[in-house]
């Protein structure tokens, strides 16, 4: 059965830096793209960052462009989110998801972890 889990969420303050992991088991994810979304209460899921499955390109939303670092790890089967800067805003629930092809739509990705929640505080 495939699987995605999210680690590393927390309460933070603004300014630190925290890093999600997201683990993949069932099987080996190659040649999927991974991504990172997040949803804040009363708001949509939207995009934060993704990685193709050879790690060649990455794709940023404008909000977290030179904060956020996604990458993967093959031996490992992970891909993780290094937050840097974080801000109130940040605040969400931030998901793993696994696809075919990058893409900043959810309905592009197949699978889904069952999120991390992260917290910023002022």
């Known amino acids: 059965q495939e699987q995605l889990v999210e680690s590393g969420g927390g309460l933070v303050q603004a300014g630190t830096s925290l890093r999600l992991s997201c683990a993949a088991s069932?099987?080996?994810?190659?040649?999927?793209?991974m991504a990172w979304f997040r949803q804040a209460p009363g708001n949509e899921r939207e995009f934060v960052a993704a990685?193709?499955?050879?790690?060649?390109?990455?794709s940023y939303a404008d909000s977290v462009k030179g904060r956020f670092t996604i990458s993967r790890e093959y031996d490992e089967n992970t891909v993780y989110l290094e937050m840097n800067s974080l801000k109130p805003e940040d605040t969400a629930v931030y998901y793993c998801?696994?696809?075919?092809?990058?893409?900043?739509?959810?309905?592009?990705?197949?699978?889904w972890g069952q999120g991390t929640q992260v917290t910023v505080s002022s």
């Open positions: 998801a696994a696809g075919p092809y990058v893409t900043v739509a959810t309905q592009g990705y197949r699978l």
């Open positions: 069932g099987r080996t994810f190659s040649p999927y793209a």
């Open positions: 990685i193709t499955w050879g790690a060649t390109m990455t």
